[in-house]
């Protein structure tokens, strides 16, 4: 059973330029998690998404940060006109479920650490 | 705002010696608890979890963690470190109120075992 797979592992852009990543869940899990590290920083939430649906996207800066689901597919973060306060490690988790109260442990991909020049 | 505070930033011990990394949070109501590890080069591994029960709690390669409710704490500890526990760990916390499970991390410490 494979992990969380995250795609590419490293990514260079320039300022601005758009970046997008990518984030295949374990088999099974329809629930998908974003978190940023940025250097020398702890991992922080930026948004959970379920099949088709972001359900809370509190994490997200406003602008020029998307994020989405599909049906089909991997799970893609995109950010648009790359800063470089945008250079940072990307990390996806994926959980089986989360419902209610209860909670599902969540497994995490190897992160995309994004260089912005 | 909820927090998760990592007190130990960078650790460094020799083999054989003991390891209690600290972790408090800021939330007052139930709490659902992680250590997670980051060996180098490779991507976060859950070493344990607290949900409910026992408040001493086992995981994996020899690590065990205690949640003491009055002190808002979870600290990790091992009784003998092998160089092969060099890594980076993170607590994290989800409040039990959560129904998205989005975890709220501390800023990690960088444990170094000397040979």
């Known amino acids: 059973n494979a992990g969380v797979m995250q795609n590419p592992r490293h990514l260079v852009r320039r300022r601005g330029q758009e970046a997008r990543l990518r984030c295949s869940p374990m088999k099974g899990h329809s629930h998908v998690y974003w978190y940023r590290q940025l250097p020398e920083e702890g991992l922080k939430f930026m948004v959970y998404?379920?099949?088709?649906?972001?359900?809370?996207e509190s994490g997200m800066p406003k602008e020029r940060f998307s994020a989405e689901f599909p049906k089909e597919g991997p799970s893609i973060l995109r950010i648009q006109q790359v800063v470089r306060g945008d250079s940072a490690a990307y990390f996806c988790?994926?959980?089986?479920?989360?419902?209610?109260?209860?909670?599902?442990?969540?497994?995490f991909g190897p992160g995309t650490r994004l260089t912005v020049t | 705002a909820q927090s998760v505070s990592q007190h130990n930033h960078h650790v460094i011990l020799s083999e054989a010696a003991s390891l209690e990394l600290g972790c408090n949070y800021s939330y007052g109501g139930t709490v659902n608890l992680f250590w997670y590890v980051q060996y180098p080069g490779q991507h976060l591994q859950l070493l344990l979890k607290y949900f409910s029960g026992d408040p001493l709690v086992k995981g994996i390669k020899g690590f065990e963690a205690e949640f003491i409710k009055s002190k808002f704490s979870f600290n990790l500890r091992k009784p003998s470190v092998q160089w092969s526990d060099t890594a980076e760990y993170f607590c994290?916390?989800?409040?039990?109120?959560?129904?998205?499970?989005?975890?709220?991390f501390g800023q990690g410490t960088t444990l170094q075992v000397k040979p």
């Open positions: 988790a994926s959980s089986p479920r989360t419902q209610g109260q209860v909670v599902y442990e969540q497994y």
């Open positions: 994290a916390v989800t409040p039990g109120s959560s129904n998205t499970g989005k975890l709220i």
């Open positions: 998404l379920q099949k088709e649906n972001i359900i809370d």
